[in-house]
């Protein structure tokens, strides 16, 4: 099970598309998996940053800056915060992800060399967030949220 902590959910969600000129906006989620359970905390996420390209109806993440932070974060917490996968909003109340959200996540779950089998991503929507889980192995995402 997947838990969103107070502080990165309200971070997100300062960033909801719930007027005409907000943008697209998402970074990545940073969190723990818990010892002897199944369980993954995201405690941090990611915000935008400069070089990312904000638009109305899409979010392209520039990857130096990002991947800067959870190395950082990776280092300070002695390798126990982890890359856990990727969050952006969409200004639609309950958020579904678009045929290239999609192709962004497989692309993901391929590509990131991580050990994790699952990989996380969440739609902040204007009224609802949406949480997605991509099982490495299979190919599959599923809706968790
Ligand atoms: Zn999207």
Redesign the pocket.
Known sequence: MLKIDEEPLARMRAYKQDSKEKLEAGGVLLGRFIISSKNLVVDKVTVPMIGDKRERYSFIREEKMHQRLITKNWEASNGTCNYLGEW?T?PESYPR??E??RKNWLEIMKTRTFSSLYLYFV?VGIKEVRVWEGNRKTGKIKRIY
Do not use: G
Request: proline share 14%; aromatic share 0%.
């Open positions: 952006h969409h992800p678009s290239q959200d739609i």
